[in-house]
């Protein structure tokens, strides 16, 4: 009888550590599943994340090219606001890209521009003009160069960022130009509105079809002559900035600011091209 109760009591603990040990592995198995459920759901969507990337560059690429076969393709000798910053939508299987363009040759050549055009800038004067056109080593290969010419600030810079640029060939597109960079040409205020004016066209507006524009630096006067008279002052600072080449009515750079969409996911991208090459290439 002792022997039966010693070998039942045996056997009781022996299923009882069978029991203790089943559930102890069942826990670590639970674990592990749960860190490999983990480890693996975060190497899915590190693949995704990056399939997603890269279908987007792709995107971002396909659309460099089809811009540069857009400018190719146009025939006009100008380049308007209605054709540069009109955006555009082009859909491909499984995704899609919506871009428009900024004439970089609607801006101020840093490099290019004489001390008065400079000095005409917001915030700028004649002395800091003077450091730009001085600022050794020269040229300036990016407009953010600036920061270290003594005298612009950040809140000097943030200023003249959108007006100025480091491409082309300094020549300003009347066609494209903001009212601030016009009056750094040394355009007045009552100019700078006739201009204005004249590229919304009849109905008043820019960026639709009936735009006016400046097909060649020659006809401007004649343009706007026939707009509305003009005083024989701005007739002369037309002429003037056109004899030092820096007024013009086309561009060879443009920034491409483009958007993709793929699965519902969208990714920003800033584009410096030519017809021929990428010169910059920014992803946000």
Do not use: C
Not at 110 to 128: Q, S
């Amino acid at each position: 009888m002792g022997f039966s109760k010693r070998k039942y009591s045996f056997l009781f603990l022996k299923k009882g550590s069978i029991l203790v040990i089943s559930i102890w592995i069942l826990a670590i198995f639970s674990i592990l599943n749960i860190s490999l459920y983990k480890m693996v759901s975060s190497y899915l969507k590190v693949v995704k994340r990056m399939r997603e990337t890269a279908i987007s560059r792709y995107l971002a690429k396909s659309a460099s090219l089809y811009i540069q076969e857009t400018l190719k393709e146009d025939e006009t000798y100008y380049d308007t606001l209605y054709e540069i910053n009109r955006p555009k939508e082009v859909k491909l299987e499984g995704g899609k890209f919506v871009f428009s363009l900024i004439d970089e040759e609607s801006k101020i050549n840093i490099n290019k521009a004489p001390l008065d055009v400079l000095a005409n800038l917001p915030g700028l004067d004649e002395e800091i003009a003077k450091k730009i056109k001085n600022f050794s080593p020269a040229p300036f290969y990016f407009k953010e160069e600036l920061l270290i010419v003594e005298g612009i600030n950040e809140e000097i810079f943030s200023k003249i960022k959108d007006l100025i640029t480091v491409y082309g060939n300094g020549r300003v597109n009347i066609n494209t130009a903001k009212a601030e960079v016009l009056k750094a040409l040394g355009f007045d205020n009552d100019l700078v509105r006739i201009i204005e004016e004249f590229r919304k066209g009849a109905d008043g507006e820019e960026l639709t079809e009936d735009d006016g524009i400046f097909e060649n630096v020659h006809s401007i006067i004649d343009n706007l002559r026939s707009f509305t008279p003009l005083y024989e002052k701005q007739e002369a600072i037309i002429l003037e900035r056109i004899s030092q080449g820096l007024l013009g009515v086309s561009s060879e750079n443009y920034l491409a600011q483009i958007e993709t969409y793929f699965l519902g996911e969208k990714k920003k991208f800033e584009i410096l091209l030519t017809t021929e090459k990428i010169k910059k290439w920014q992803e946000f």
